[in-house]
């Protein structure tokens, strides 16, 4: 396992264990978008406030990854589907992690929506993926939301905590799911997930304030940090952001401080 350890370090904070993780996959989901056309500088601006890795499909690593400025951790993302497609919590892998090795990436993820009707051929490759990462000494990272038919609300914190639960019972190193609102009801997310959680973004919020605040909260119940894309890299200004969200994740700011320094 000294691979994983290795790897895992190139994506995580050595000091806190902690990571600021800036997902760009979001291009098969809904197509481009704002923030993601220009990858270099997309890369380049996270990397330079402080971000510990980024998360992208296999295609866009040519265009983006490493061009200049500070280093950064690079995830390769393995599955996929589109909003255009009948069947878009279903989500297929597209990339091997055989593949990430070849590319050079430090970690790979999956995305699992657990209670989405195509669930037990997501489970089956999550388990498939969790043993070639075994096997490699590749981390996982792996993308775990309750969605589907029977779910009401995908941030109810029991059914928050059973996705996450899964991932982990799974073989992920690092689970990513969504805050499920207060610092209490994500402590017990976190705890009964034991592997390392990180907090997704959701939807493009309104204020800076909400943004840190979130990121702030979610430390404090316990997370090892964040993978928010879209109120990072459709910010005014992306560079300064991350820096706010890697001093509160990274360096134990409050988020008076985090605003003060960076975003005043």
């Given at each position: 396992?000294?691979?994983?350890?290795?790897?895992?370090?190139?994506?995580?904070?050595?000091?806190?264990?902690?990571?600021?993780?800036?997902?760009?996959?979001?291009?098969?989901?809904?197509?481009?978008?704002?923030?993601?056309?220009?990858?270099?500088?997309?890369?380049?601006?996270?990397?330079?406030?402080?971000?510990?890795?980024?998360?992208?499909?296999?295609?866009l690593?040519?265009?983006?990854?490493?061009?200049?400025?500070?280093?950064?951790?690079?995830?390769?993302?393995?599955?996929?589907?589109?909003?255009?497609?009948?069947t878009?919590?279903s989500?297929?892998?597209?990339?091997?992690?055989?593949?990430?090795?070849?590319?050079?990436?430090?970690?790979?993820?999956?995305?699992?929506?657990?209670?989405?009707?195509?669930?037990?051929?997501?489970?089956?490759?999550?388990?498939?993926?969790?043993k070639?990462?075994?096997?490699?000494?590749m981390?996982?990272?792996?993308?775990?939301?309750?969605?589907?038919?029977?779910?009401?609300?995908?941030?109810?914190?029991?059914?928050?905590?059973?996705?996450?639960?899964?991932?982990?019972?799974?073989?992920?190193?690092?689970?990513?799911?969504?805050?499920?609102?207060?610092?209490?009801?994500?402590?017990?997310?976190?705890?009964?997930?034991?592997?390392?959680?990180?907090?997704?973004?959701?939807?493009?919020?309104?204020?800076?304030?909400?943004?840190?605040?979130?990121?702030?909260?979610?430390?404090?119940?316990?997370?090892?940090?964040?993978?928010?894309?879209?109120?990072?890299?459709?910010?005014?200004?992306?560079?300064?952001m991350?820096r706010a969200?890697?001093?509160?994740?990274?360096?134990?700011?409050?988020?008076?401080?985090?605003k003060?320094?960076?975003?005043?």
């Amino acid at each position: 396992m000294f691979g994983k350890s290795i790897r895992l370090e190139r994506i995580m904070d050595r000091n806190t264990g902690n990571c600021v993780i800036v997902p760009m996959d979001h291009g098969i989901s809904i197509g481009p978008t704002e923030g993601l056309i220009n990858m270099k500088k997309a890369v380049d601006d996270v990397a330079n406030g402080g971000a510990t890795a980024v998360l992208m499909h296999k295609g866009l690593i040519r265009y983006s990854h490493r061009t200049s400025g500070n280093d950064i951790g690079l995830i390769l993302h393995l599955s996929a589907s589109t909003d255009l497609g009948v069947t878009s919590n279903s989500k297929v892998l597209v990339a091997t992690v055989e593949e990430a090795l070849k590319i050079g990436a430090d970690a790979v993820s999956v995305h699992i929506n657990v209670g989405a009707e195509t669930e037990p051929e997501m489970l089956s490759d999550l388990g498939k993926i969790s043993k070639d990462c075994n096997e490699w000494g590749m981390p996982l990272l792996v993308m775990a939301y309750p969605r589907g038919p029977k779910i009401e609300n995908s941030y109810d914190p029991h059914a928050v905590a059973h996705a996450a639960r899964v991932a982990a019972e799974l073989g992920a190193d690092i689970v990513k799911c969504s805050y499920t609102g207060d610092i209490d009801s994500f402590r017990e997310v976190v705890k009964g997930t034991l592997a390392p959680v990180v907090i997704a973004g959701g939807p493009k919020m309104n204020s800076d304030d909400d943004i840190l605040q979130m990121v702030y909260d979610s430390i404090q119940a316990g997370g090892h940090g964040v993978s928010i894309g879209r109120n990072v890299f459709q910010h005014r200004n992306v560079e300064a952001m991350t820096r706010a969200i890697s001093d509160i994740v990274l360096r134990g700011y409050t988020v008076e401080e985090a605003k003060k320094n960076n975003l005043a």
